[in-house]
């Protein structure tokens, strides 16, 4: 199993391009099932979960070229032969489910294994699947799968009991070919979703509302081949800029645009330090120690939960206390014991940890739980003093491409290890 091994602590110093974004990848590459004609996606991120992804398409039948080491991914689902995703596939990645909408919607039926809880929760699909009832399709669980089933998609006005980004994007997808109209009230309002849209969109599907929290999609009898380019990763971009934060340095951030990033990216500016907007990207500056951030995790435009361990690491060498309340999942403080391993002074109480800065952190082995985990778990272990081991590391090569080397060109001394 492979390792990082890290020797801190160094300044950052140096420029990097953000890839693409995983979350927005991840469904605009099942909804290439909506569409008998070729589709070509790029700026595609060279991730595990992507190469998942595709293995998943292909196994329904999808034709894919991925050129993924260019960024480049090109489709054709005129010749889908299954309506299955087997657990196998789905149990190493629960967007496995994203193909749930677009197969009911194209195919009329479509069996997707459950997909299991995971470090961070239950994660439950029951809003996926209640949408799609009301929707017309008939929903079945048999063997730990999921079976849908419907001749024809109508359009509902579907109120989600809570926000899912997931879930939103599965109604979305199955409403473009439905008939008649659908709302989606109480809808997520993430960046990915605008971009999934943005895709559909130009696809010929009749969406509008996206990124709002009500989403209105009329349906029509099919959609077109595109060529569309994924938009820029907020979480990586901010994972790098918790980085510099915690390390100290000066970095470049390009091919990012900080007006997608929410009340994150203004949380992130509390911790102290220089942001300066450039053309098409961002230079930050920490020249001394962060301020301590408290925050709660909200969906988007809130602070990202997918962003609450790697802030958390910056706390840990802040010079003051924070309050960190985890509002999304029920158990994402997986990495609170293993960044105590390095020192870091947290308390937990249910979903709310404080955490007291220390002045310095010391390395030691440490094991990921997680892939935002694991980013939290590489700060930390940037900034300790000493030789850090973290295992488990395959969690994160599920969502950063090639984060040793990023960070190696910044002057991290990291290196990957068997
Ligand atoms: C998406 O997961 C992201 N994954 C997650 O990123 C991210 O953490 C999450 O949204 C929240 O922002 C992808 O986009 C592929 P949710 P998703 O449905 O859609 C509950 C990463 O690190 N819920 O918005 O699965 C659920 O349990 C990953 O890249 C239900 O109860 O998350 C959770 O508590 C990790 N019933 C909350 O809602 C449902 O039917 C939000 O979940 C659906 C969700």
Redesign the pocket.
């Known amino acids: 199993m492979e390792k990082f091994k890290i020797v801190g602590p160094n300044k950052l110093h140096g420029e990097i391009k953000i890839e693409g974004a995983?979350?927005a990848a991840?469904?605009i590459l099942c909804a290439s099932l909506l569409s008998s004609e070729d589709i070509r996606i790029t700026n595609v991120p060279n991730l595990r979960d992507i190469r998942t992804m595709c293995s998943l398409l292909k196994k329904i039948g999808v034709e894919i070229g991925d050129d993924l080491k260019n960024g480049i991914c090109e489709l054709n689902s005129s010749k889908v032969s299954s309506i299955e995703a087997p657990y196998e596939l789905v149990k190493t990645m629960?967007?496995s489910i994203l193909v749930l909408g677009p197969l009911l919607s194209r195919y009329g039926e479509a069996k997707v294994s459950l997909p299991g809880g995971c470090a961070?929760?239950?994660?439950?699909?029951?809003?996926?699947l209640k949408a799609l009832e009301q929707m017309g399709a008939e929903v079945s669980l048999v063997d730990g799968y999921i079976h849908a089933k419907a001749k024809k998609l109508f359009g509902k006005r579907i109120v989600n009991d809570?926000?899912?980004?997931?879930?939103t994007e599965n109604i979305m997808m199955a409403a473009t070919l439905a008939e008649g109209t659908t709302i989606i009230e109480n809808a997520?309002r993430?960046p990915?979703i605008v971009d999934l849209a943005v895709f559909l969109r130009s696809m010929g599907a009749k969406i509008t509302g996206d990124g709002t929290d009500t989403i209105k999609i009329n349906g029509v009898e099919n959609l077109k081949g595109v060529t569309h380019e994924i938009i820029f990763d907020r979480?990586e971009a901010a994972t790098f800029m918790c980085a510099v934060a915690a390390c100290g340095g000066e970095i470049i951030l390009n091919k990012i645009d900080i007006n997608l990033m929410g009340k994150t990216y203004d949380k992130l500016l509390e911790c102290g330090g220089s942001f300066s907007k450039l053309k098409n990207g961002i230079l930050i500056k920490f020249d001394k120690k962060p301020n301590p951030v408290s925050f709660d995790t909200q969906?988007f435009p809130g602070f990202?939960?997918?962003m609450q361990a790697q802030l958390m690491a910056v706390n840990c060498v802040a010079d003051g206390v924070s309050v960190v309340k985890e509002k999304?999942?029920?158990n994402r403080f997986m990495h609170v014991q293993e960044m105590r391993r390095l020192g870091a002074k947290i308390e937990v109480n249910g979903n709310t940890a404080v955490i007291t800065g220390r002045s310095k952190l010391n390395g030691a082995k440490v094991m990921a739980t997680d892939?935002?985990a694991s980013a939290g778990l590489v700060i930390t272990s940037l900034v300790a003093e000493g030789e850090s081991i973290i295992d488990r590391i395959y969690h994160l090569d599920r969502?950063y491409a090639e984060m040793d080397s990023k960070l190696t060109l910044l002057g991290a001394n990291v290196l990957r290890i068997q």
Not at 120 to 128: A, L, S, T, Y
Not at 162 to 167: A, D, E, K, N
């Open positions: 995983k979350n991840l469904p629960r967007a961070i929760g239950q994660r439950p699909v029951d809003q996926h809570l926000v899912t980004v997931t879930g997520a993430e990915e979480i969906p990202a939960t997918d999304i999942f029920e892939l935002r969502g």
